[in-house]
């Protein structure tokens, strides 16, 4: 791929974004993510992704010199869809997908790292919509996704006032779960995405879909598609292997089947 590389490590997929100077979000880019999940998707090999920044940046947001070879809002209302689409795949994608987050993720970057499913950031990175700034908003769903992570007042301000957080404000907000040093960062969003790597493929795949519904579901239908899906899980060989493996205390050995 032009933008994006990649290597698995112990079940890792370690996706590196390699668009210098500043890693800025480009139709070819966001179309190479849809691709590598395609690939990912059918890897048994694989069964979480870390999605990392090449160089001083996570990623600083969407390229501004594409907007100039747009001449329509009805062109850019099919860039938006397009974005939304990939990120949305990102976030409902059947593995985990981690952004392990250094030195800014602006804009598009930052609607890229809210559609995977765990953020891990530095204490001195910076994320943002500063899309007002430039007399826009932000187009890949960045308004939606993330009041549901900080709430419509925090929400409303960092839109308002462009205003980025710092790493360390992103894990007091609700944005981030971990906030490490620069040197930690990779290090440690690694361990722990091995760890995820161990745990069953089935219960993963039915976890991450079980959340999705307390996202936009009533707490009872919820509970309801909870109880059937794990009816489903139940009986898969993973389970019986995890049951079995805990009377015989033992770490597991989980196949996703």
Known sequence: MEYLNWTIDEGVAIVTIQRPPANALSRGMIAEVNELLDKVEQDDNVRVIVLHGEGRFFSAGADIKEFTEVSSGAEFAK???????????????????????????????????????????????????????????????????????VGFAKAAEMLFTSEPITGTEAVQWGLANQAFTDEELLPKTLEIAKKIAKKSPVALKAAIAMLQYAKTASFYEGAAAEAESFG??????????????????????????
Not at 80 to 103: C, D, M, S, Y
């Open 79 to 149: 860039l938006a869809v397009h974005g939304q689409n990939v990120f949305e795949r990102l976030e409902t994608f059947p593995k985990p997908v981690i952004a392990a987050i250094h030195g800014a993720a602006l804009g598009g970057g930052l609607e890229l790292a809210m559609g995977c499913h765990l953020r891990f950031v530095t204490e001195g990175a910076k994320l943002g919509l500063p899309e007002l700034q430039l007399g826009l908003i932000p187009g890949f769903a960045g308004t939606q996704r993330l009041p549901r992570y």
């Open 232 to 257: 489903t899980v139940f009986v898969s060989e993973d389970a019986k292997e995890g049951i079995q493996a805990f009377i015989e205390k033992r770490q597991p050995v989980f196949k996703g089947k």
